[in-house]
């Protein structure tokens, strides 16, 4: 297993950028694939981001976020990033980082392993 802590949110203006960090602690890391969900006030967790655990990254994204967030990995470091541009304010959320087994997976009961989540806010 590994644990997930999740860094980087904050406020910022509209049209601005953030980049979440996740540390991962254990020495499977690897072996996972990661992805980052949202949770926005009153809905459901859905899916940003997820990149696969193979050397060659397969990487999958929401369309919402598709052309402006860009998620990757550095095995070596044990962390998942996510750079996100051109920020609305419909991105406000807490953003979670998550591991799971399945690659490409986007719905979040597929994840095992989650870390307690970034809040990012983003004002008109």
């Known amino acids: 297993q590994v644990q997930l802590v999740e860094s980087g949110g904050g406020l910022v203006q509209a049209g601005g950028s953030l980049r979440l960090s996740c540390a991962a602690s254990?020495?499977?890391?690897?072996?996972?694939?990661m992805a980052w969900f949202r949770q926005a006030p009153g809905k459901e967790r859905e899916f940003v981001a997820a990149?696969?655990?193979?050397?060659?990254?397969?990487?999958y994204y929401a369309d919402s976020v598709k052309g402006r967030f860009t998620i990757s990995r550095d095995n070596a470091k044990n962390t998942v990033s996510l750079r996100m541009n051109s920020l609305k304010p419909e991105d406000t959320a807490v953003y979670y980082c998550?591991?799971?087994?399945?690659?490409?997976?986007?719905?979040?009961?597929?994840?095992?392993?989650w870390g307690q989540g970034t809040q990012v806010t983003v004002s008109s």
């Open positions: 998550a591991a799971g087994l399945v690659t490409g997976a986007r719905l979040a009961h597929e994840y095992t392993q």
């Open positions: 990149i696969s655990w193979t050397t060659i990254n397969t990487i």
């Open positions: 254990g020495r499977t890391f690897s072996s996972y694939a």
